[in-house]
């Protein structure tokens, strides 16, 4: 509770992040609410989104050879799993477990010496 305290003193700034549904309404409280407000950044996914494509353009990696050794976008991610699932049929078997809190697919790559074999 102490550390709540003493985050709330007067004159110190907080960040917050909300989805755009919820941001216009933010705005509109914090008005009402007479608080000072900025907003540093009005879209956060797309700034990530360009940091990746600058960082991807700029990244000495084969074209459109999977880079297992960088940062990739979870359509890249899944674009790969696809792919070893269908270029190697007898030995990967990829299958939706789940969905994330986001509404992706959460996969599962299987991968044996004899995919028509039971774990």
Known sequence: EEEWLEGNKLHNYVDVMVSPEEGEQLKRTLRDASLSHSVL???VEERIQLRHLAKRDTNSSVP???????????????????????ENPDMARLTV???????RSVYLLRLTHNITETP
């Open 41 to 43: 950044i009005e879209d």
């Open 64 to 86: 459109g050879q999977f880079d297992y050794g960088k940062f990739n976008t979870f359509e890249s991610i899944e674009e790969e799993l696809q792919r070893i699932a269908k």
């Open 97 to 103: 477990i789940g969905t994330t809190h986001e509404g």
